[in-house]
């Protein structure tokens, strides 16, 4: 009975448990390596790609958690015109992408852009993501954080 409990916790803690961050360049056609704890947190070869929310970087989805964000999704009625207005402009912008067999992903130009990434990327676990960043950005959003806002944001959420 205590190693199914400890298997079940194991698969809970590694399924799309983002952590740490990664400094990787793109190379010349525009792909970046996924660290490997970070694939193998994935499962799934396939991952989403979207636009960030009040922030200059992409969040990097499961295909796993996109599922459950889908659901969520379904929820809002074709009568709210703001739910609609972000829908549309957010999925749009959006990518499917599958890891290649050297766990590299590709993302589109428009993307890159949007985030303001060039050459390096900052790559940064949130737990059930993970975020593309520009080393620019990642600075930036760094050195906005203090103590007291960190502690207030783990009360907020409950941690």
Request: proline share 3%.
């Amino acid at each position: 009975m205590e190693r199914r409990v400890t298997t079940e916790i194991d698969e809970l803690l590694n399924a799309g448990a983002f952590v740490g961050s990664y400094t990787h360049s793109l190379d010349s056609k525009r792909r970046v390596t996924i660290p490997s704890d970070w694939r193998e947190a994935a499962g799934n070869p396939t991952l989403f790609i979207l636009p960030g929310v009040n922030v200059k970087c992409l969040y990097v989805v499961t295909a796993r958690e996109m599922a459950q964000r889908l659901e969520k999704v379904r929820a809002a009625s074709v009568a709210n015109v703001q739910a609609q207005i972000f829908l549309r402009d957010f999925f749009s912008r959006s990518d499917r992408v599958t890891l290649d067999a050297q766990g590299r992903i590709r993302v589109k130009d428009e993307l890159l852009e949007l985030a303001g990434i060039t050459n390096q990327m900052v790559l940064v676990g949130v737990g059930s993501r993970f975020e593309l960043w520009s080393p620019e950005s990642w600075k930036e959003q760094s050195s906005q954080l203090d103590q007291s806002t960190f502690a207030e944001a783990a009360q907020y959420i409950g941690f």
